[in-house]
């Protein structure tokens, strides 16, 4: 791979990355808060459902980390390399 190429890996790794964020720190709670007030019957089952919503983007971002990680490596080998 080219440093082109791996450059706009990254750039696609961060464009995933912030629409996931905003979800996180926007729509979930929002959603939390209206189903809270539209249904009080499930009220209780907001805080568990919203902790594990967030449970399962620590997964994502892991992967993501791992994603941006391996580019950074690939870089690094073809630059050494191209040393030799």
Do not use: H
Request: charged fraction near 10%; glycine fraction near 4%; include cysteine.
């Amino acid at each position: 791979m080219n440093r082109g190429s791996t450059n706009f890996l990254k750039v696609v790794v961060f464009l995933l990355a912030i629409p996931i964020l905003g979800l996180c720190f926007y729509w979930l709670p929002w959603i939390a808060i209206d189903v809270s007030k539209s249904n009080w019957e499930f009220a209780y089952l907001v805080y568990p459902v919203l902790i594990g919503m967030y449970a399962s983007a620590i997964p994502f971002f892991m992967a993501l980390y791992q994603a941006f990680q391996l580019l950074i490596y690939m870089t690094r080998k073809k630059r050494s390399r191209n040393c030799l």
